[in-house]
Each structure stands twice: as C-alpha cells, then as structure tokens.
C-alpha cells in the first residue's frame, strides 16, 4: 500500500505539472460555456428554458443526473488517461526501472487510485467553474437541488464505472508501445465507455423495457444507463439499485485481478502491441 | 569480504524451454561479477529471476543483507539494458520519484542528487525535462537514479554502451568507487575489454548452463591458453621443428601461435630457432574476448579444450 501511495501521488504530480493536462482541465469548461452562450444567441426556441422559468421539480429530477453526469464523463476520460499512462511506461521504457521498486500490482493500483484522484480533481474544477454560470444565467439555487441522497446514488454509480474502466484501460494500456500503431481489438475496447449511448433512445422511450433492463445489468453499460434511467424514473425499485451495483462490484473485482495479470505480463514487453489471442492467454495465466 | 547474494541451482523453464540449467554464483560485498554470456545465453532471466519479476521453478535466491533472506527491493540498483526515463518531466522531479520509490530520505536525496549532478558535469540541468537532454546526458541522469539510494547490491545491464569515452571513464571511476566503498555490483556487458578491466570475477553462461566461474586470473590459468605473435616473414616450414604448439594462424607478414597449454614458456622461447626473423614478438594470453567467442561459437570445450587444426 505505501509502494501504491508512493505511484499514486507520482502520477498526480506529474499530470498537474503537465501542460495537456492543465489545459484540459480549464480549457473544456470554457469551451462547454462558450458553445452554451453561442448557441442561446443562435437558438430562441429554448426561451423558457435560457430564463431561468423552468419548473423546480424538474430541476430537482435532473440536476443530479447532470451532475452524476458530469462526473461519468469526466471519469471515463481520466479511465482512458490510465491507459494513456500504462502505455507510455512501456513507451519511457520505465516499467523495468520501477518494477526494480514496486510490484506490478502496486503499479498498477497507483495507477488506478492516482488517476481517481485527477478525475475528481477535475470534476471538482469544472463544477466550480460551472456554478457560478449557472447562478448567474438562471439565477437558481443549484445546491438544494445537488445534495440530495439522489446524488449520493448516482455518484457510487459513476464511481464504481470509473473502477471497471480504469481498470480494464490500464491493462489494456500495458499491451501496447506504440498507441499510433494500437490495433483493432484496443480501438474497440476504448470505445465500450459510449456504447450505452446506443440505448439512451430506448431510455427515453420506456425506461423500464427489457431491453433497458437487462443493459442496467450488464457491468459496462450499467453506471452511464442507470444514472439515465435512474434520472428520468420517478419511483425506484431499490431492488434493481442494489442488484445493479453488486453485479457492477464483482465485475469491478473480476476484472481488475484479470487486468492485474495483463498488466503484469504486459508492461514488461518491448517492441510489439499484443494481440488479442495474446491477451486472451495471459488472463489466465496466474 | 562478506556475502551479499548466494544463488543456488537456479531453474527455469518457459513453456518447454529450458532457460537456466542449476545455475549457482555467489556475489560479494566490494566486488564487480561479471555476468557474461552471448545474447540468449539466459543474462537477462537471471537478473529478472533476482528481481522477483520471474519466478524459478527450482533452486533458491538469497540475499544476505535482510536476515529474511529475501529480496529488499530498496537495498537493491538496477540499470536495465533497454534504457529509459519519463520524457515530459523534469531531471529533478524524476531523480526525487525514484529515490522515493527506494523510501530514501527526501533531505539525503536531494544532497546526493546535486553531488551526482556536479559530478558527472550536469550542474544546472535539473529543471530541464528528461526529453531535452541528449542521449549520454540522460544516461547519465539514469545511472544517478540507479545509485541514488545507495544500495547494496547494484546490476548494471551495459551501463557503458553507447557513451562517449570521456563518459564512459567518468562512470567506471564512479563503479570502481562503489564497489570500494562495499557495494557489491553485477555487471553484464559484451565489452569483453570493460569486464577485464573492471570486474574482479566472471560468471560466463551459455545456453542457460554454466560454462565459467572463477576470478579472471583463474580463468585465464586455467582456461585460456599463451600465444605467441611474432611480425617478420617467415617460412612456415620453421615451425615444423618447434614443440609445443597447438596451432598456427598465419596472416601475411604476422604469425599467431597457439602454445600448448602445459608448455613452460621460457623453456619454449629458448627452443625457437635462430634462423627466426623477428620484427616485433609478444606473448600473452588468450583474451577474454576470445574464450568468449570460442564458446559463442562452440568451438570450445571447458575442460580439454585441445583443437588441433
């Protein structure tokens, strides 16, 4: 554990010493801000709305989700950065040099926790960013509506999505060298964070249809489909909540112990991506 | 001179393949061991072995400064072959992470940094980022790293390869000083010149097997035979009356005899006949860098090596 604190505040000193970083962590709230005002300038239809005269009880159904919203996003960018980083250790030609210190798995968990703590880094940035705007367009009291035990669902919703992606990202990370050269089965992996876009419609539609069900279930459709579904519904079945997170927490732990075994394997090659079948071979190789 | 490693009968196998056959060596403290053998030979998964990356099927690892006997990974350098550093942050930030990693006091670590850094000509480079330095800097910058905790027991993977000679004297002083202050050092290189100069005793593998052990002047006794090299034009005819040789390689002007490994060399200095023309004359050993490339080649053979041509 102090080998994994050591990697985690290694990698939060690295980042917000970095200018990508930086930039990103400022520069994106800016820019939301800047298409918001350009498109209210643009687009009348949402007077009511650009007012500020929108129903409370709305706001009080959606803040939280926007917020756990935000939260996700942010999340998952920061789940990707960890494969960025395992990667680049292979890249740097550093893992030898820091396996001589720490195992893979403290690595590896440094990697995971350090990346958290840039994530909610960030979250706590672009909110601060973002409420004084939002007081300021809509002239509303955004904290009534944000610390509700709503938001506390959502949050261990986002949360526990950041664990499952960031722990496949940084396994995913340590087969590659060369990310310009990552092949197919990386490219589609990375993308598995936005495949619950598909079913935001059928959300919409009727949250609780089969189909909106069953992908509540599923660990890497689940954090983003519930806090949709969970935003729109208006009576929970707690059941379903709860099922829904102890699936997603052994999901969590599955794998991250099958990451930790690809990682460990992976983070030590030189010169070559790997294949899928490679990936396939060293899960289950203890 | 204490203990500072004992490895034992070390196996391992990767799928079928066996890579290390019981492989044994001592290192100890205030001496550099050669650790040699051509590429493939089983180098690197004896070093990863020692560094709890791999696990041996058989045999033990045991190091004698923890009275666990395990491995302290912070009592312990090490200067992998495939070199590297983190690109985009500063000498200093990355020197100070890896002496944290090794939980060398920050206070000591920023004292030996400078002193390292005046040393090996990098004063006032510690706020440049890794990514700006040229490639012997930070080389340089890495071996710091490496040593920044002082450790017990050091690995160097070719530390020299690659540096310019001014570099490369600047960093052998500084290893010859460590092993002088007690740190006991393993040392893998192909720079057969390096490891005469440098290193107190050799452990040669090849195919994963032993082929050598011993200090250098052992092994130069025992296995690696005088020769004799003689410029002046000759007739090869004047050898045919001279005991005691094993093998002649002639090359224009220049004679190479091989001499017999039991043959007194005064006695067959005297035994030359007069009518020898001798431009310029040497005896000496057969180099390291000899015995090494008979056994890469497998012409040779550890015991009788006797070849007759």
Known sequence: MRNTMKVVRWEIKRNLKSKSFLTGLFLTPAMLVLFFLLSSVFNGANEAFMNGTVAPDILEQFVPGVFAGIILLSIVYTGMMTFQSASQERKDKMAEIVLSSVTPGELMQGKIYGYFVLGLIQVFVWITLAIPFIIWKFDMSIFTYLFTFKTIVFVIFALLGYLLFAALFVGLGATIEDVSAAGSFQGMVLMLPFVPLIFFRSVLEDPNSTVVKAVSYIPFTSPSVMIFRLTILEEWVWMEVALSIIILCVSIWICTKLAGRVFKIGIQKYGKNATPQEIWKWMWLS | MGLILSVRELEKSFQSKKVLHR??????????????????????????????ILYPDNGSIHFHFHTSGKLKRNKIGYLPEERGLYRNVKVIDMLLYLAELKDYPLKKAKDRIAYYLEKFDLTGQENRTIETLSKGMAQKIQFIGTIIHEPKLLILDEPFSGLDPVSQELLKQEVRELAKKGTAIILSSHQMNVVEEMCDRIFLIHEGKQVLYGTLEEIKLAHANMKCIIYGQNNKEIWKEVRGIENIEHEDERTIIYIQRDTNITEWIRSLPEQLYVVEMSIERVSLHEIFIAIATEKYEPIEGVLHA
Do not use: C, H, Q, Y
């Open chain 2, 23 to 52: 492989i044994s060596f001592d290192v100890r403290e205030g001496e550099v061991l050669a650790l040699l053998g051509p590429n493939g030979a089983g180098k690197s998964t004896t070093i990863r072995t020692l560094m709890d």
